[in-house]
């Protein structure tokens, strides 16, 4: 039974030091004690913390990162940088996905983030008919998180309307577009395979109110009642303008007024959630899905996390465009951008929690667990064994004490302190290397100058 010892460790309740883990065969903690001695066991390089879970990505659009940064409408927006991911999302293959999904999933893994929800909605071949397999490019997301060694909660998507009311969709979305039925199929084959794949699950997931109607949300919870549920809400003002015109109620209104929303839920932006959506948030226990670079980069809004915080509502972070993959800048901007509104400091603190930095990173853990649905973001008997080794000969983490460690991380740090990472039991990352690391590299390479030829 593999063991591990750390000069200190962020367990549950608080850190500690010289703590010894043990990890069983299923890669789960079986036994962890503090104060104590290594007694044999292999002495990590530096302090341990909890691996944490991106709760909402996008693989693909990772291979136009940084494609969208040039001026050419005053009113650019969300709405202009999609049609841009239209083109895009036609021309990528089944084998194309894979490489960009590995090479997204190392990336992840080596910046901290040891699972994924990958909120995954192209289904079909570029002219939008079902592969012989429609379960295909699901599977090539579940076999790159495989190769890469990273945890997955697979959401697929049922996606099929434009806009409110079921209107119907556009050529851009043909690889989207599923039945209720189609897609209450595909979750169904998709259980029975990720059953096989460690650390892996299927979620359910509407991309939106505005893609699916009132009845496929209800048939869809009908069908799935004990899984993880996710979706895109109020995430840009003309969202929530079009849902007004349609139904005079804003998004989360709505949503919460016509189906039991609780913690199986994940919220994911809710950018534009007003006082009183906020609260609806708070007391149904889901989990606010919050984006920070990506809501940025397409120039969403500032989600009002203070506010919402102070009703201990739950929240995680996902990278969602992968414009940037850094634990780091997730929960820095989370605090900056609330700094910025407020033009106050030190913003999101708790009652018994005034470190900014330790806030942050405990109550995303939670939240992105609890989304994923999943064992894990803790260090604690019974959780999966997963976890980062920040680098402790870093000057700054070197002389950090434990109160001070995650501010000086999160605030004054950046991804290469992230030494060394392990998932379900078994090492990923060892001194910042990842063993696929180069040849995941050489493939993306020649998939990227493939679609932008």
Known sequence: MPAYF?????????????????????????????????????????????????????????????????????????????????????????????VIARQLYIEMLKAGYTSVAEFHYVHHDQDGRPYQNPAELALRISQAAYDAGIGLTLLPVLYSHSGFGGQAPGQGQRRFINSTEAYLKLIDQLRTSLAQAPAQQVGVCLHSLRAVTPQQIAEVLDAERQAPVHIHIAEQQKEVDDCLAWSGRRPLQW??????????????????????????????GAVAGLCLTTEANLGDGIFPASDYLAQEGRFGIGSDSHVSLSVVEELRWLEYGQRLRDQRRNRLYGRQQPNIGQMLYESALQGGAQALGQPIGQLA?????????????????????NDELLNRWLFAGRDQQVRDVMVNGCWQVRNRQHAQEAESQAAFTKVLRQLLA
């Open 255 to 284: 949503l919460y007024e016509h189906f039991p929303v609780d913690q199986r839920w994940c919220l994911v932006h809710a950018t534009h959630a007003q006082a009183d959506e906020l609260t609806m948030m708070a007391r149904s």
């Open 6 to 98: 750390a000069e200190r460790a962020l367990l549950p309740t608080g850190w500690a030091c010289n703590v010894r883990f043990e990890i069983d065969s299923n890669g789960m903690f079986s036994r962890i004690d503090a104060g104590t001695s290594a007694d044999a066991a292999q002495t990590l390089q530096g302090p341990v913390i909890a691996g944490m879970p991106n709760l909402h990505s996008h693989a693909f659009q990772r291979a136009m990162a940084g494609l969208a940064e040039v001026a050419g409408n005053p009113d650019d927006s969300f709405w202009t940088w999609r049609e841009l991911m239209y083109r895009m999302v036609g021309r990528i293959t089944p084998e194309q996905l894979h």
């Open 381 to 401: 008997v019974g959780q999966r064994a997963d976890l980062i080794v920040l680098d402790g000969s870093d000057p700054y983490l070197a002389t950090a004490n």
